[in-house]
């Protein structure tokens, strides 16, 4: 199982364990559409791995495609770590993915949609009104107001896992700035470097029109009578965790990257850049700067990243903002729980794809349920995310349960509790002790502009210390490229 | 162009300059320790005194270490995060603001910067310092002049090139004077004045600026104090010269400002044109003794001046726009701020 000795072919064998492999189905045994992978990767001998493996991480480094990590004094600059065996999704079961999706952004843009404007399902009692209210992203400054082409959320990366028997759930919805999108592109772009042979015999659909789709949504939604509307991506700053993101995709769709400094809002309520040749007017803003730090005179005062008058350009209609503000109503992970009912109610269909299965001990009933049962659960903090928050009670002290227990007990509205769910795993390469199982996500990334786009495939990410199920970049997660096939196999 | 954009590019590019430049000085001053007579410790930090004196960095340095020694000078002036203007600092500045603007440099220009980051990053201090490494001081040396040719090649000759320009110019004419003035403090500090080490001097200097060869192509016989000044200040062909880089630095900000070379459009434009001719139309006399040190003095003071009014034109400071009044404007420059400093 060695790597190490350079006469031996690669061999990627390990104990499958009691969960669902992505890449065998049984011992020795690989899927049908990882067969010719695997057929491929049998040619090359340890050697050739590892100068491959090497080389790619030296370009992720020298390209400066890193990202930070805060924590200690001073944050540092990391490489988010890439496993060169990629990860492989058949066409049907994408197609399954895909139209699932596509079912959930329309429900959750309808909602949004709904409860800034008449509130049907607030009414219908279908979510308590108490939920919605006290939502910690929900904006009452945005009520009544429309936007462009009623969408809310033009870009979302919605995270999905496995479970124990293969089947796709939704473990969240990211519909604020979801970050990630330029390591899908990179790390494509490395491995077709890196393995050009196996790209011609795989037939890998392509991601690379990721850009285009973006800008044209992004277009989609500038001020009316706008002939050629000018974009740009607000960013917080290069000390951003994802500002190597933010300037990759104002790069691939050249547009401007702005900082709040770089934008004044004029008497005629329009968004200006500062320029060397004076004044230029911005129509739309793909802003990676959460709502509260996004305009100083509307919503949190002390901020320095944002722009005074934002909100009032929004609101007379002269700037396009993707994604609109308020979204984060909809990352509340209680609010999570009522997207299947959200789907039934507004397009009067079944969910495509399940939730994980959820208590809300906003509920009397869940709330002794999930009290009682906490050494089973997982317990989520309604509002945090990156992995922060949460317990999980099968690895928890009785000290740490009993603690938890007091902070459910005194705040259910801001906990949700989940069945845990041991996330697939996918073989990875693990340094010394060759290759391993390790539990991996997805997170496809979808644009919702004059149609829904959802690239092929999107980040796979690996949580690669033994048996972890935490895969974010932030807590030694890495990822791999996301192969979608043009067949089953 | 964003008014942040330009300031990036300015500050990426005179960065770059000032690390060059500071490898340049403590090259030529090691080497040119090693034939010197005495190696005692703080004999040679008598002849690193000038050099720290004239970049304005004596103090720093005396507050920051307690030895003096010849490797203690090269770690502050390469390596030390204290000191703001060493290599390491530089270089460090230079990316963080091509980092700002990846998104508008070509990936060439950002990878080379990153390399120059890392293999700096990853250099023994030690080594270098107490080995004397010149190899590392040339490779320093050759990711700058890297990157001028990576920019000349892959970057478009338009508005942001002659940002680059800018920066890349007044760095350069900047440090000239500095290393003429160099030799200003090595006169007083040295009591045995002897023609031999006056010689030395000169050409050390000359050295330092990589402008050796092209002197001896011009002046065949000795090297001596009024061609070298000549020289450095004056020559209108030779690329380090202060008249040849504040020509250039004209010839960026009126491609800029789209305004003919004949007039000027701001006051950067104004404050360039009146100082090359302060330069053209200097006599001898002008260069000698005293008067030599006051035009140095005085070329050093109008060059920071130019760099606040290109900033204040074209960077941050003023929102260029007739809807706004005068007092909106005010206000407005005293909230903007810029990154950088020099």
């Known amino acids: 199982m060695s790597v190490h000795n350079s006469e031996t072919n690669m061999q990627i064998k390990y104990d499958l364990g009691e969960f669902y492999d992505e890449m065998f189905a049984s011992p020795g045994v690989p899927r049908p559409h990882y067969r010719n992978l695997l057929e491929r990767f049998a040619e090359l001998t340890a050697e050739e791995f590892n100068l491959k493996r090497e080389a790619v991480d030296l370009s992720f480094l020298q390209q400066g495609i890193t990202f930070t990590v805060y924590g200690d004094q001073k944050s540092t600059e990391r490489i988010f770590p890439f496993d060169l065996i990629p990860r492989i999704i058949p066409k049907n079961e994408w197609h399954h993915l895909k139209i699932g999706l596509e079912q959930r952004i329309q429900a959750l843009n309808l909602f949004l949609h709904d409860i800034y404007h008449e509130q049907k399902i607030i009414k219908d009692g279908i979510v308590p009104r108490e939920i919605l209210e006290s939502a910690k992203h929900f904006r009452k400054e945005i009520i009544g107001m429309d936007v462009p082409n009623n969408i809310y959320i033009h870009i979302c990366g919605t995270d999905i896992i496995r479970d124990d028997k293969g089947a796709y759930l939704v473990l969240e919805d990211n519909g604020r700035s979801p970050s990630g999108v330029s390591y899908m592109i990179e790390n494509r772009q490395a491995m077709k470097k890196a393995f050009p042979k196996l790209f011609q015999q795989m037939g890998v659909r392509p991601i690379t029109d990721y850009s285009d789709h973006l800008l044209s949504a992004l277009k989609h939604i500038a001020p009316k009578n706008t002939l050629n509307p000018v974009v740009a991506v607000l960013t917080p700053g290069v000390y951003n965790s994802a500002y190597f993101e933010h300037c990759f995709l104002a790069r691939q769709m050249g547009v401007e990257i702005v900082e709040g400094r770089d934008l004044v809002v004029q008497q005629d309520n329009c968004v200006y850049m500062r320029t060397t040749e004076g004044l230029k007017k911005v129509d739309v803003l793909y802003r990676r700067i959460d709502d509260d730090f996004i305009d100083p005179e509307a919503f949190r005062k002390d901020s320095l990243l944002g722009v005074p008058g934002l909100m009032r350009a929004y609101r007379a209609g002269n700037l396009g903002l993707a994604n609109a503000i308020g979204t984060g109503v909809a990352d509340d992970k209680v609010m999570y729980c009522f997207v299947p009912d959200m789907i039934k109610y507004y397009l009067d269909q079944e969910p495509i794809l399940p939730n994980v299965e959820t208590w809300l001990p906003y509920r009397e009933k869940d709330l002794s349920y999930t009290l009682e049962n906490m050494e089973n659960l997982v317990v989520k903090a309604a509002n945090e995310a990156g992995g922060y928050g949460m317990i999980i009670g099968p690895a928890a002290s009785k000290e740490e349960l009993a603690e938890f227990r007091e902070k459910v007990k005194a705040k259910p509205r801001d906990f949700i509790a989940q069945t845990p769910i041991s996330l697939s795993r996918h073989p990875t390469y693990c340094g010394d002790k060759g290759f391993g199982g390790r539990h991996i996500d997805l997170r496809p990334y979808i644009i919702c502009g004059e149609k829904i786009k959802i690239t092929p495939g999107g980040l796979t990410r690996v949580a690669l210390r033994e048996g972890s199920l935490v895969v974010n970049s932030s807590q030694g997660g890495g990822s791999k490229d996301t192969w979608v096939l043009n067949s089953d196999q | ?342």
Not at chain 2, 79 to 92: E, L, P, Q, T
Not at chain 2, 156 to 171: A, D, K, N, T, V
Request: charged share 25%; proline share 1%; hydrophobic share 40%.
């Open chain 2, 1 to 342: 162009m964003l008014c942040r954009v330009a300031d990036s590019l300015f500050w990426m590019s005179r960065y770059i300059e000032r690390a060059e430049n500071t490898v340049r000085l403590a090259d030529v001053m090691l080497q040119t320790l090693l034939e010197s007579e005495h190696a005692q410790d703080d004999i040679s930090y008598s002849h690193w005194q000038p050099l720290l004196a004239s970049l304005g960095e004596q103090e720093i340095f005396e507050d920051l270490y307690d030895s003096h020694d010849s490797h203690h000078v090269t770690e502050f002036l390469i390596f030390s995060r204290d000191n703001h203007s060493s290599v390491f600092s530089s270089i460090a500045a230079a990316r963080e603001n091509a980092r700002m603007i990846r998104d508008q440099i070509s990936s060439e220009m950002w990878e080379v910067i990153n390399k120059l980051y890392l293999y700096l990053k990853n250099t023994d201090a030690k080594q270098v310092c107490h080995e004397l490494n010149f190899n590392f001081f040339r490779q320093i040396k050759e990711y700058s002049l890297l990157f001028q040719g990576i920019t000349e090649s892959t970057f478009p000759h338009q508005l942001g090139y002659e940002f680059i320009e800018c920066g890349r110019q007044i760095e350069r004419a900047d440090k000239t004077c500095r290393i003429l003035d160099a030799k200003r403090y090595m006169k007083t500090t040295d009591d045995q004045k002897s023609d031999s080490l006056d010689y030395a001097q000169w050409a050390a200097l000359l050295k330092g600026c990589s402008a050796l060869d092209a002197y001896r192509q011009i002046f065949v016989a000795d090297i001596e104090a009024a061609n070298v000044r000549k020289f450095l200040i004056l020559s209108r062909h030779f690329p380090r010269s202060v008249l040849f880089c504040i020509q250039k630095l004209q010839n960026a900000l009126h491609s800029i400002s789209q305004c003919p070379i004949t007039h000027f459009s701001n006051e950067a434009e104004r404050l360039v044109g009146r100082l090359i001719s302060i330069i053209k139309y200097s006599t001898d006399k002008d260069l000698e003794g005293d008067g030599a040190t006051k035009m140095i003095t005085e070329i050093e003071d109008e060059l920071a001046a130019i760099a606040i009014e290109i900033n204040k034109r074209y960077m941050f400071s003023e929102i260029i726009d007739p809807a706004l009044d005068t007092e909106e404007k005010k206000d407005d420059s005293v909230t903007s701020q810029s990154q950088t400093s020099s």
